[in-house]
């Protein structure tokens, strides 16, 4: 456990001293001051006002944004950490392998999920000093969201990082699976698949499979309970899990996914040549 608390600050520690993490967090800080200066705390879509809809232009924002980041600092990070032999001198010290590992993720964590969420609830203050009414159950559901999508690509990232051979390989990699996830969204790809008169059964499984999808319709689902936005795969949604079951879905399928990746990437990790 101390080794494991150890790795954890000083994977925090070091993040934080990153060019990429300033960039991280004036990015989504930025984000939340364009959305005010533009007025959108204060305009209305389908009867969601004021920091409603501040939050879901924010949620919609971070879904294309986040994923991206976590995977190539990630990546980038670890796998650049085996090379330059920084994984080889510190676990020539007293610290296990799962310690580096696990502290190492849950502080890559820390650090991914913070500046989102800390972001978010600027915005909620801000809006309640200037009168504001704070939709807590909204605000609730989507830190939630924010966290579930926080852990799942970190697990890609840790498993994409221990497979990898090189940093070019493993930033190539993620770079692959966040357009691959990107184009298997129902806009593009599904609508192919589709034209093609693949199996409904197939199309709504795949996109049921993307974690970004599901990350989308949890997000939606909160102002359009009917998901009138995600077109066919909704009928599916709402007749196999309901409205309750598919955000219980949205959230538990990002946590189990993210967390069978990071294992698979320990796994990985304890076949490598280390001491």
Request: proline share 4%; charged share 10%; aromatic share 14%.
């Amino acid at each position: 456990m101390k080794g494991f608390l150890h790795t954890a600050r000083l994977d925090i520690s070091e993040s934080l001293r990153a060019r990429w993490f300033l960039l991280y967090a004036l990015i989504f800080g930025a984000i939340v001051v364009i959305l005010f200066v533009f007025g959108l705390s204060e305009s209305r879509v389908r009867g969601f006002t004021g920091l409603s809809r501040l939050l879901v232009t924010y949620i919609q924002l971070t879904m294309a944004i986040m994923p991206l980041f976590v995977l190539i600092t990630t990546v980038r990070s670890l796998a650049g950490d085996r090379e330059a032999g920084v994984n080889e001198y510190m676990l020539s010290l007293p610290v296990s392998l799962g310690a580096w590992y696990w502290g190492r993720f849950v502080g890559r964590f820390v650090v991914i999920f913070l500046p989102v969420f800390v972001a978010m609830l600027g915005a909620v203050l801000w809006g309640a000093l200037k009168g504001a009414a704070v939709p807590m159950g909204q605000v609730a559901w989507y830190s939630l969201l924010l966290l579930v999508l926080s852990f799942c690509f970190l697990g890609f990232g840790f498993l994409i990082s221990a497979m990898a051979r090189t940093t070019e390989m493993a930033q190539s990699a993620a770079l692959l699976l966040w357009l691959t996830l990107l184009l298997f969204l129902d806009l593009i790809l599904l609508g192919l698949l589709i034209r093609a008169q693949a199996a409904p059964e197939l199309v709504m499984t795949i996109a049921l499979l993307n974690p970004l999808e599901v990350f989308r319709g949890g997000a939606m689902i909160l102002f359009d309970p009917q998901l009138l936005m995600l077109g066919p795969t909704a009928y599916l949604i709402l007749d196999v899990f309901g409205r309750t079951g598919f955000m219980l879905y949205s959230v538990l399928y990002p946590i189990g996914l993210g967390a069978m990746l990071a294992l698979g990437g320990f796994l990985v990790f304890k076949r490598g040549d280390y001491p």
